[in-house]
Nanobody, 129 residues
Framework: QVQLVESGGGLVQPGGSLRLSCATSGFTLDDYAIVWFRQAPGKEREGVSCISWIGSTYYVDFVKGRFTISRDKIKNTVYLQMNSLKPEDTAVYYC???????????????????????WGQGTQVTVSS
């Protein structure tokens, strides 16, 4: 069955970097898009970045130039390299996928998270001095 497992979160100072991993199983990265969402306390879950089945990428404005999404198809793992981290990046980060969504057309908007069937357990990222 489809499984997603995030790792790589932690505590980092402002301006620091982290690399999140989303290890997948039960499908191949050539089939579906992988989207990174995040949810801060008291806030709605929001899309951050996406990599499609053909490897095209998408970033929301507030992470452009700071975050990079990539994938290793041999390891079936998607990465989110996060640089120049800010306190407002503090959140639980989730990766998600759905067999109906091969591209990055469903990332932003309040209802975007509802489109995805499969989720990881999340990994906490805390940016603080």
């Amino acid at each position: 069955q489809v499984q997603l497992v995030e790792s790589g979160g932690g505590l980092v100072q402002p301006g620091g970097s982290l690399r999140l991993s989303c290890a997948t199983s039960g499908f191949t990265l050539d089939d579906y898009a992988i989207v990174w969402f995040r949810q801060a306390p008291g806030k709605e879950r929001e899309g951050v970045s996406c990599i499609s089945w053909i490897g095209s990428t998408y970033y929301v404005d507030f992470v452009k130039g700071r975050f990079t999404i990539s994938r290793d198809k041999i390891k079936n793992t998607v990465y989110l390299q996060m640089n120049s981290l800010k306190p407002e990046d503090t959140a639980v980060y989730y990766c998600a996928t759905d067999h109906r969504i091969p591209d990055c057309t469903v990332v932003t908007g309040k209802r975007a998270p509802l489109a995805y069937t499969y989720w990881g357990q999340g990994t906490q990222v805390t940016v603080s001095s």
